[in-house]
């Protein structure tokens, strides 16, 4: 005897025209569509790649990081180079800037017997004008220093410069040399100590002991560069008294 269950099912699908493997599975109340099983060993294989692309892009992370921190370093090497190259520059600079004060002092008849009218400390900026005015020897020597720091400020980045008779060289008599230092603002940040206040060692004023001149020192925060100018006797100052003010001096030629 036919189950009318199963002869219903027959008959729709009969009708409907589906193959014969579909149709069973429909009559007993299967998936329409047949797969085969997916075996234990493929989940472990997804589950291995899922891990292996997760370490490549860590991987990648950390190669992207190295990299940064070399184009950083290099960043800041080129900076440092900039900087140091300014310096140079600067410190060109102040030693052009020196010996054009020695070809002053040169062009001073008795620029040698007038040499504490060259003296200048920092921040100082001698008056008077020798353009139109008659100067005396030692005037003169005064405008000559008024003329060089303005120089000196336009030249360099807060430039100022002092302009001092060694302390060793105290009689008149024995003064041979000047010693001049020239100072500069550096273009860069201001070193610190653990503490934060500024680091001695950067901005440790510049004195050398051997020359009795420890009574000057480079200001802080600035650069300075020390050079000892000597000039010579270009003329002959004559022994007898003065004349208005001003020695005689003889220059032979």
Same mark, same amino acid.
């Given at each position: 005897?036919?189950?009318?269950?199963?002869?219903?099912?027959?008959?729709?699908?009969?009708?409907?025209?589906?193959?014969?493997?579909?149709?069973?599975?429909?009559?007993?109340?299967?998936?329409?569509?047949?797969?085969?099983?997916?075996?234990?060993?493929?989940?472990?294989?997804?589950?291995?790649?899922?891990?292996?692309?997760?370490?490549?892009?860590?991987?990648?992370?950390?190669?992207?990081?190295?990299?940064?921190?070399?184009?950083?370093?290099?960043?800041?090497?080129?900076?440092?180079?900039?900087?140091?190259?300014?310096?140079?520059?600067?410190?060109?600079?102040?030693?052009?800037?020196?010996?054009?004060?020695?070809?002053?002092?040169?062009?001073?008849?008795?620029?040698?017997?007038?040499?504490?009218?060259?003296?200048?400390?920092?921040?100082?900026?001698?008056?008077?004008?020798?353009?139109?005015?008659?100067?005396?020897?030692?005037?003169?020597?005064?405008?000559?220093?008024?003329?060089?720091?303005?120089?000196?400020?336009?030249?360099?980045?807060?430039?100022?410069?002092?302009?001092?008779?060694?302390?060793?060289?105290?009689?008149?008599?024995?003064?041979?040399?000047?010693?001049?230092?020239?100072?500069?603002?550096?273009?860069?940040?201001?070193?610190?100590?653990?503490?934060?206040?500024?680091?001695?060692?950067?901005?440790?004023?510049?004195?050398?002991?051997?020359? *009795?001149?420890?009574?000057?020192?480079?200001?802080?925060?600035?650069?300075?560069?020390?050079?000892?100018?000597?000039?010579?006797?270009?003329?002959?100052?004559?022994?007898? *008294?003065?004349?208005?003010?001003?020695?005689?001096?003889?220059?032979?030629?």
């Amino acid at each position: 005897m036919l189950n009318p269950k199963k002869s219903f099912f027959q008959s729709r699908v009969a009708k409907i025209g589906l193959p014969p493997l579909l149709s069973m599975n429909i009559h007993h109340g299967l998936q329409i569509c047949d797969a085969a099983p997916v075996p234990r060993t493929t989940m472990k294989t997804i589950r291995a790649a899922n891990i292996q692309s997760g370490i490549s892009l860590i991987e990648s992370l950390v190669a992207i990081v190295v990299m940064s921190l070399g184009i950083l370093g290099i960043l800041g090497l080129q900076l440092r180079n900039l900087a140091d190259t300014q310096t140079s520059l600067n410190r060109a600079q102040a030693i052009r800037l020196i010996e054009d004060l020695s070809e002053k002092i040169q062009a001073n008849p008795n620029g040698l017997g007038s040499l504490s009218a060259y003296e200048s400390t920092w921040n100082d900026t001698p008056t008077g004008t020798c353009a139109t005015d008659g100067c005396t020897l030692s005037e003169m020597g005064a405008y000559d220093v008024k003329q060089w720091k303005e120089a000196v400020k336009a030249t360099l980045p807060k430039g100022d410069a002092a302009i001092f008779i060694s302390a060793v060289d105290s009689a008149a008599e024995n003064r041979r040399q000047l010693g001049v230092m020239v100072a500069w603002k550096a273009n860069e940040k201001e070193h610190k100590a653990a503490d934060g206040s500024n680091d001695e060692k950067y901005t440790e004023p510049f004195a050398p002991a051997n020359t *009795g001149s420890a009574r000057i020192s480079c200001p802080d925060g600035l650069i300075c560069h020390l050079q000892y100018i000597q000039p010579n006797q270009r003329c002959t100052p004559f022994p007898m *008294g003065s004349l208005n003010g001003n020695v005689p001096v003889y220059c032979p030629g």
